[in-house]
């Protein structure tokens, strides 16, 4: 990929939720972009850190023992083996960082695990 | 590290110009925030993609064979291989996610190669 991304423009390409879609790739890792609204499901990555970071909106990232509210240019890193449940009242544009190796999901394939994830 | 980052944050914490500072880590992928100003030196990165995401100002990537304009909210990723100088006009602050080996002035050793970066 020799083009630029302006992460606004790729969020106008689409509308659902909760479906991750490839902006990039550094090495083993991806960038993906999600609309979140609502709560999604509790789960974890066994092998894999996975770093939120907020385009737009305001984030509910709830953890076992903490719950974190991620706004305009905030960013958490859950790292492996954390439980971690997203949450967005509103709608939430975030920005993925994660080995390819990530499953939306986690550890459980669920009616909202996305299996193959288009590039946009 | 289990607390969220807020990116200017961050940035306000540091002046120096070409030193980056880790901020994340993703696995075996660092997420690093720079200031530049002025133009770095041609470098590639023999092994590693690098990701520049413009959080402040506005910066030129120059390839070999094209300029590539990066304004705030926009990203580009140089290929493994591919030479690359950037050059801030006025000060720019960017994100850079890469691999945890990859060295700030690539496949030459100079006055500003960094070697080991602070987590800030």
């Known amino acids: 990929m020799m083009e630029k991304v302006n992460i606004s423009e790729k969020f106008s390409l ?3 939720y909760w479906s991750p879609k490839i902006v ?3 090495n083993d890792t991806h960038v ?3 609309k979140l609204k609502g709560e999604f499901d509790w789960h974890h990555h066994e092998h894999e850190d996975e770093m939120f970071l907020v385009i ?3 984030l509910l990232l709830k953890l ?3 719950d974190i509210w ?3 240019g905030e960013f958490f890193i859950v790292p492996k083996g954390v439980e971690h449940l997203p949450v967005a009242e509103k ?3 975030v920005l993925f960082i ?10 459980q394939i669920t009616e909202r695990t996305v299996q193959n994830l288009p590039t946009i």
Chains 1, 2 share one sequence.
């Open 56 to 58: 737009k909106g305001k």
């Open 91 to 93: 709608e939430v544009h």
């Open 32 to 34: 993906k972009l999600a």
């Open 70 to 72: 991620l706004e305009e």
């Open 98 to 107: 994660e080995p390819k190796t990530t499953l939306n999901t986690g550890n």
């Open 24 to 26: 990039g790739e550094v």
């Open 14 to 16: 689409f509308n659902e």
């Open 64 to 66: 076992r023992d903490q």
